[in-house]
Each structure stands twice: as structure tokens, then as C-alpha cells.
């Protein structure tokens, strides 16, 4: 995969998943963020890292998809792990990209 072509693309890509995982949003930014790669409020507000961008856009489903299942779950356990195995396969892997990019 390639990076995104701008936050545009990225931005559909969230609204794509977030139809996909029937979650509202309230709204969407992408954005210099100092510490995270996203975050999101039970508001419905989400937030990503505009660095995001210029990374391969499987790094960037395994964020978008990891933010928005914590819509529905708001930890890292058996449940959100299971989900995530169910939405993207093998996500351990975009999760040590994203650790060794910083």
C-alpha cells in the first residue's frame, strides 16, 4: 500500500469505516498532535495525527479502526482485541509499523 493523498482521502476513509462500524461522529480533525496518534470523546469528536498522512495507509485503517472501536469498547481487551482481529486480520502488524515510526 501506498500513503494517503491527502487528508481528504483520509478523512473519507474514517467516514467509510466509521458507516461500516455504525459509529456516529461528531466531528473529524486531522491535525498536528504532539503525543497520540488519534483520539477520540464520547462526544463523538475524533481527532488524528496529520502524520498519519505519509504513512502507509494499512498503518492508517489500523489507527482509524483502533479509534473507532473504542467508541464501542474503551479498553484494550479480549473484546476490542477480537474486534480488531475481525476488521482487519492480522492488525499486530500495522500496530509495529506504527511503534517503530515513533
Known amino acids: 500500500m501506498s500513503a494517503w493523498r491527502n487528508k481528504e482521502e483520509f478523512k473519507s476513509r474514517v467516514l467509510e469505516w466509521a458507516d461500516k462500524l455504525d459509529v456516529i461522529t461528531r466531528s473529524l480533525s486531522v491535525r498536528p498532535m504532539r503525543n497520540k496518534w488519534a483520539s ?3 462526544a463523538g469528536n475524533l481527532s488524528f495525527n496529520s502524520e498519519l498522512l505519509g504513512l502507509d495507509k494499512g498503518v492508517g485503517d489500523y489507527v482509524i479502526v483502533h479509534e473507532l472501536l473504542h467508541f464501542r469498547v474503551p479498553n484494550h481487551g479480549r473484546l476490542w ?16 509499523k506504527l511503534l517503530k515510526t515513533g
Open 81 to 96: 482485541k477480537s474486534l480488531m482481529r475481525a476488521y482487519l486480520g492480522d492488525y499486530e502488524k500495522y500496530e509495529e
Open 40 to 42: 477520540c470523546s464520547t
